[in-house]
């Protein structure tokens, strides 16, 4: 499996290639690059996938972990050293499959998106970096490698959502998400070292003298690593970077802040998730409550967003919030018995993937069409885009619940995990899961029935997006359509055994009824041109709704916490600090040798002759008292 | 014969006066002869040590000429700056080279 350095080799050099020519490539040519190397990326992961599988299971019955690259990086003093390598498990190259689908369907999308945009060949560089980024990330071979590709990621996170750098929003946006994951990841990084002190080993699965050495400060340590996977997964409360990373290009938001780099923390969790069931259940539980916080929080706000993006950026946060739940819901590593949550995680992190991607590709085709996020500037939009219609449709029933689309399936084994957990948790998310129906379907009313702003349609008809928008959009539909019906748990399961998938038709009847009692209540709020109901009911509760539309202040917290408080009371007196007393001591030295500068300076006549005066005087003196000595 | 301190005291006369001629003299022309007048007199130093204490060698004779001829063209590249001075300024008084000064 050596070729697999290749997945990681081959968007690296594009991304130099394009990176460096820039404009003195034509745009066509710098797409057609990255493209096609993402495509090769793509079957190069297709066939590690089916090689991988194929190879079969080893005697104990589970898929074998293999590392065909791994190479001493840098080596510190003892057994302590960072590798880089390549690691390949059922979650890697699960992961693998993901992100160079997506990727690829993101680069042809871009080639319609992105036409005739200033900065083409920068977009499709920053691409691949990310693309080389994430992949590495997930197959890093242990943690540090993981950190660094991590921080790789948010690199060019933060490079492609600020890609409209002359907007001022955009700016603010990119810079916000640096800081926030930046702020997120030190508690990741304080974690690693905490783990490779305790074990003396940076890599995932320690020995277990190691770990039996470290068993009182691993809760700790991977508590703080999930500080930092709660940062990158917008987990309440570091998501507040999410819903303004839509600034970004739309297919940036399908690629890394829907499919791929915002799951990036629960595929941390699934990493070490052997060292949370086996020493910080608690930990885990805690990180399966700050889940379903955080799924109901952002399903409530999604409920109330009039712009589109927001409305899936918000949907995203309350879906990761559903994988973590469901992670955090584990008791034991058998999926027979309480550890069924990892795979359902897995499952739904993958189908989630696939149709939250064709969500945000079929919200770019809209946005193109109507040059706007607002919901005011769409309605009755399925005349006049047919495809991104039916796409968007089977994506929102998708991740409604509606069997047969892949959500049901992932969404079904998380309600069943949570149910095992506990049945307050399993009511819990399935109203979440009842509310997510609710607000997918009034964004899809409201742009595709509902009132339409014909003022605006007349004066300019939006149109269907072209073939390379809508292919993606069709090819996403369709893995979406049949992702369901992979027998996921026989591939990736939380002990490694084959896991056989059977529907728990108590609970998925349930989720169903929900789901469909959220779309019914959506249609009967949204489906008309008039929308009595929804705007006597915002009129009612008009303070919730204010609040849920303003996230719940969650922004003005943060922004009263860090100038009010954190700026105000410590950064300023220590910045005076710095600039009077610090500075002012270096300033008074030098302006102390300035002054006797001054006084002296008339010493330097300039005058050869007064020169030679000083030095005979002085060779005279030395003389002297050479003669008087000796 | 003539005995060695005669020697030595003339040589420094001629180191003296070529000091206090670099010293006081205001003329560029003039502090260069004075230079010149240092120079010889290290020159007869050399030659007088090696004629009355080293007897059989040769490293102070040819030491002085080696003198010589640096200084000669040290001289020469003297006269130059001090030619490319007056061509400048009109003047090779030495207390009007202040000017590049701070």
Known sequence: MEYTILILLLPFLSFILIGLLGTRLRPVVAGAAGTAVTGLVAVLSYWTAFSYFAAGRDASGVFPTQMPWNFEWLPFGGSLQIDMGILLDPISVMMLVVISTVSFMVHIYSFGYMKGERGFQRYYAFLSLFTMSMLGLVVATNIFQMYVFWELVGVSSYLLIGFYYTKPEAVSASKKAFIVTRFADLGFLVGILVYGFYTGTFSFSPDAPALGAAKTVLPLALGLMFIGGAGKSAMFPLHIWLPDAMEGPTPVSALIHAATMVVAGVYLVARMFPLFIGYAPDVLHVIAYVGAFTALYAATVACVQTDIKRVLAFSTISQIGFMMVALGVCTSSDPHAGGLGYMASMFHLFTHAMFKALLFLGAGCIIHAVHSNEMSAMGGLRKYMPVTHITFLVACLAIAGIWPLSGFFSKDEILAACFGFSPVMGWVMTAIAGLTAFYMFRLYYNIFWGKENRELHTAHTPHEAPKTMTVPLIFLAAVTLAAGWIPFGEFVSSNGQAYHIHIDWSVAAVSLCVAVAGIALATWMYFREDRKVADSLAEKFSGLHKAAYHRFYIDEIYQFITHRIIFACISTPVAWFDRHIVDGFMNMLAKGTECSSWAIRYIQSGNIQKYCIWFLGGVLCLAVILLLVF | ?102
């Not at chain 2, 001629?21 to 090696?50: H, K, W, Y």
């Not at chain 2, 640096?70 to 001090?82: C, D, L």
Request: glycine letters at 4%.
């Open chain 2, 1 to 102: 014969m003539i005995p060695m301190e005669y020697y030595l005291v003339v040589s420094t006369i001629m180191m003296f006066v070529g000091v206090y001629g670099f010293l006081t003299r205001r003329n560029l022309l003039a502090m260069l002869i004075s230079v010149e007048l240092i120079l010889n007199s290290v020159d007869i130093n050399f030659v007088v040590f090696n004629r009355f204490l080293f007897p059989g060698q040769l490293e102070g004779f040819f030491f002085s000429l080696f003198a010589i001829g640096i200084s000669a063209a040290e001289t020469a590249v003297a006269i130059a700056i001090i030619i490319n001075i007056y061509r400048n300024i009109r003047n090779i008084q030495v207390k009007n080279l202040d000017k590049m000064k701070w």
